[in-house]
């Protein structure tokens, strides 16, 4: 465990009554972590209860991309009443993907997520004060390379040393009475993704992202970053939703992504329940433009409309589209009145990266789809 030092420890004084309180920061003992998830869930149950986001977070500790300590709590509490949690984050790997001039290489990184300060000490600098120590942290112990983030609070952040990255997001919306008829529509054959197909088709893409790293043209100053699209990164929000389906439908949706093996080309979605949308992680489609991947494209995407429609989700929306998804959605809207809105996203969920030591480079980061996320 992380703590206990005199360092971690400092004053903060509130006004009505006034009172000097020692706040502690470390990672959280077994009774701070119900706590932590206490103040999470008043900020996002939605649409689970609270007791219910209490025991997804439990469900989600035991998945792979955490366990064994993957995924850390941290807290900043009273020092004379340690139960009682002011302020909380967690920390959550990523496996990384980085190319400068000479080499290709993995690193270790994390997504900081799930900020909250109790609404009763909103404004007294905890939230910065738990940053400064997890970027400590990050930078000593954690070993970090990269840091990310997904701010929707603006640019709160990036005061605080994460800069925000260009975000790009398209939506998808259909007519109430939509109904595909795929069959008549002459695209190519797509199934749904079984949860065993998984790991092999993770691991092909993760190939893939390596090899287009091999072959980028790299400037000197130039560092080129990836978060890897593993399986247990995938089936991380994988596990949420099936968590979430089977408290509100009494089951786990039945597929999690669709492929088109004619065309070598798949991707795979999460039923974000919260906002009520259906959220492509991932596609993955063969390098350089072709008609015949857009149109699988096409044929996924429907697959993932109708996916929407039945968990009655309100769109589906996707990060990052390239030209090959924008020639998609033509052929969408032309054969199935699919709309398709493509925007920039300045206020929700734009992701935002720190460097170890806060250091500054000139970064491209590439695939910034939704599997990177938390
Ligand atoms: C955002 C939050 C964590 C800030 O906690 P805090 O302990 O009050 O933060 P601090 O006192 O250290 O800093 C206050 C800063 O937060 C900013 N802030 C607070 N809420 C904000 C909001 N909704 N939008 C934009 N900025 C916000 C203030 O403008 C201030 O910024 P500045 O100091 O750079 O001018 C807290 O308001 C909270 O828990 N909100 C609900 C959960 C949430 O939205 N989390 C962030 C998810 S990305």
Known sequence: MYIESKMNQFEITLRNPDRVLTVAFGEATPEQELSCRHLAAAEWSMPLSKEDYVEQEKYLSQKPLVSNRGWRLWCLSLLDHPSEVLATCKTIPRELLIRDVSVVGRAKAYCIASVVTHPQYRG?????????????????????????LYTSIGDFYERRGWAKLPAIQSTLSWPADFSSMKDGA???????????ELLELCKQDVRDVEYYFEKLSVQPDE????????ADLISWLH?????????IEGAPPRSHGSICGAADSWLYWYHDFRKQQLAIQRIRIPQGPSQVHREALAAMLVDAVEEACRWKLNKVILWEPNAEVLGAMQILQGKFNIKSETLARHNKSVPSLRWHMGGVKRTTFHFNEFYTWS
């Open 124 to 148: 007294l600098g905890l939230a910065s004060r738990l940053l400064e120590y997890v970027s400590a942290w990050l930078d000593g112990p954690g070993d970090a390379v990269v840091s990310v």
């Open 186 to 196: 002459r695209l190519p054959v797509t199934n749904p993704i079984l949860s065993t």
């Open 223 to 230: 560092f080129h970053v990836s978060v890897l699209p593993t």
């Open 239 to 247: 596990g949420r939703s099936d968590f979430i389906g089977n408290r």
